[in-house]
């Protein structure tokens, strides 16, 4: 006996049998139509690139991802991630997309409308199967997948777990639609219900707004399942051996307790989705409007009215819609009395077929139901609404509405008439949706667009004003910034976006400002900690620099940036054993993120500069393992093995490098370094002639021919180079020291020791420059002052030839009084 038939709460029409021939042809005929129709729609996306708004989070600035699949991308995936909730599925997805496609964004696009392409198949086949209506079951799913409102779902390739998730909550409705059939034929069922739970478990891997799912299928039972006895609407019993364990015929009490406990492994499925979402987010500290809880409720039942509004009117949709903070007693009892009119009518109708309508209060109750994880009860992000949010939530006012139009019409109505209806309809969400399509077109058309059809538009005005600022239109970027804080002054991300300004603009005082503004608004922001202490550590305020960056840590410890950060103040303040803390800071960044080329890269740096080569090395090749096109990486390797004596290697590396970009600067300045450190001075002059040629102010381009000009003996020349690379960049060490080295030659002893000072002043704790200086002293005739630069360079540097044996003999020559 199938659980849908003409009698109580039984569809309008039955379905024919499944294994009807024809019915299956129709089926699949329609099924391709929809999957086609759905890429023809949504193809312009094609040709659209990545946004500024998460897509770098999700894909092109998240390194986990952009390593492809791998054994260590799906561990992350399952247990390194704390990006928004726990949606594993949907890494892995991205990291098969970068694997297949790797950063063109048009695969990207492609594979998440093939997912929404199978979501319209699926909405056929589960409301067929549901209802037995088919061509109205054939309407809704187009009108679902064709919808303006699918536009931010589909095309946004950061929400490509509300398709994945869409596509396994389908798959959960029709296991579980086949499980009760075959419980209502008294056939064995238990195969379909573990592939309800497995598919159930897919969609909360994907994103876990699913959670509410069990109580959806509660509605179900209902109608039009008919599992569930409801009182009130008259005769109501179950399908035979469709209540689990016989108990419809104890009573609808017992039938509920039953189908409670049918869905327990459901329900404790949702319980833990939701405890880790909690924790993901309470952990992530992502970008969220500090909303009262009296508002956030007054929001919640403003959103449903609104929502309903743009279902039935898809106009002025956009990207991001502004949190009023609070709404008008007047517009919140207003869309009160709504929800409650609506709901009355629905109950009112809620008896059986053909005098009631039970499909109004299932199709009212599955919209309500699946929007509450999205309502707002919980505040995360800055918007009052999103069209994102309608994925899964509008299938029930489809179903509503269409089942109710199929009951309405005339019986007569011609089938033309209804068929035109239904492609006018359609041609007009299709229209719609294709031209909504263009707003997703660039990150500024995005934002703009937001801004034309909505007011007030804080957040929008700041995303703009990020992208402005990333090409380069600072004036504008400020502008932006400063209309979202006129808007809403303590809108913290407002104050984030105008002191990236300040820094663009050469005003770091002033970020420093709007820095502690954002955190005075939100103090939890690690990001915010952290961004402030790279800037201070930039301003030289090592103690303040510590301070914020140790807040962020505590605020989140696997934040990896703020590591880096920490590792750098350590650098800076010079202290004993810092170096040591530095790498472990480095350290436990790569454990948070080991697929870091840049963090290895730097690692290695400092390791060399450590004299740890083998450690370096190991970083080195790790790094560029990961980003085998990385030029500053390889010529930084190239120069850590040329340092280490191992000349042919660093040779080798940089004309790896010079393969890759044989034009680039950078490249051809490491090359000749390169042949300067195999002893071939010709050619490395010539090298370092020609990018000079082309960028004149090179700095080390200068200072690597003022090094080859002070060892052919041309001490003159050689200060002319390096006092031009200083020029270039009055902070280069080594143009210091080395114009020191050419001083000395010259005989300006006095000025030697000077440049040397300078060079320590930079970067202390040096024992080659502390030793220089010593010598420059000795000459000045000050062997008291080298004695103590000397033994100061023996602590920094044991290793340093002879250094010991000319104490000692400065020392017996100034106990003898004889002339150093």
Known sequence: MPPVSPGQFAAPRPRPPDDAGAGRRRTGLVAVALFAGTLALFSRTLGYRFTNYDDPIYVTGNLHVQGGLSWEGVRWAFAGSRIDFWQPLTWLSHMADVE???????????????????????????LRRLTGAFWTSALAAALFAWHPLRVESVTWITERKDVMSGCFFLLTLWAYVVYAERRA??????????????????????????????????????????RLPVPGAGESTPAAGSAPDGAARAGPGRVLGALLLEKAPFFALAAGGGILTLLFQAEGSAYTAQIPAPAR???????????LGRFFWPSGLAVLYPHPGAWPAGATIAAAVLILVITGAAVRWFRPAPSGQPWLLIGWGWFLVMLLPNIGLIQVGYQALADRYTYLPMLGVVLALLWTVRTVLPQRTPAWVTAGAAALVLAGCGARTWGQQATWRDPLTLFTHALAVTRDNYPAHTFLSYTLLTEGRVAEAEAQARRALEINPRFATGYEALALVHIARGRPEEAVAAYRQELKLNPGSAAAHRELADLLLQLGRLAEADSQ??????????????????????LAGGRPGSDVSAVSAYTRALRLEPRDW?????????????????ESREHFETSLRLAPRNLPVRLAYAR????????????????????????????????????????????????????????????DALCGLGRILLERGQPDAAAA?????????????????????????????????????????LQPRDGSVEARLGFALLLLRRPDEAIEHWELALRLDPKIPGLRERIEQVRRQAGAGARP
Request: charged fraction near 20%; proline fraction near 5%.
């Open 549 to 570: 960056v140790r807040e962020a840590l505590r605020i989140n410890p696997r934040v990896a940036l703020a590591y880096t950060t920490l590792a750098r103040v350590e």
């Open 100 to 126: 297949l496609f790797g950063p063109r964004p048009w695969g990207h696009h492609l594979t998440s409308i093939l997912w929404h392409a199978a979501n319209a198949v699926l909405v056929l086949l589960v």
């Open 598 to 614: 840049m963090l290895h890269g730097e690692l290695a740096g400092l390791l060399a500069s450590l004299g740890r080569t083998a």
């Open 185 to 226: 034929a008294g056939r064995p069922a238990r195969s379909r219900y573990a592939l309800a739970l497995a598919a159930y478990v897919g969609a909360l891997m994907c994103k876990p707004v699913v959670v509410v799912l069990p109580v959806l299928l509660l509605l179900l039972d209902v109608w039009p399942l008919r």
């Open 297 to 307: 409720v007054a929001n919640a039942l403003v959103s449903i009215p609104r929502y």
């Open 721 to 761: 180079s390096l006092e031009q690379a200083l020029r270039a960049n009055p902070a280069d060490v080594t143009a210091l020291v080395l114009l020191g080295d050419a001083r000395a030659r010259q005989g300006n002893l006095a000025d030697a020791a000077a440049r040397y000072e300078q060079a320590l002043r």
């Open 640 to 699: 850590m093995l040329g340092d280490a004596g191992q000349t042919a290697e660093a040779l080798a590396q940089v004309r790896q490098a010079a393969a890759l970009q044989p034009d680039d600067p950078a490249v051809q300045a490491g090359l000749a370094h390169a042949l300067e450190q195999t002893g071939r001075l010709d050619e490395a002059s010539s090298a370092y002639a020609a990018v000079l040629r082309r960028q004149p102010d090179d700095a």
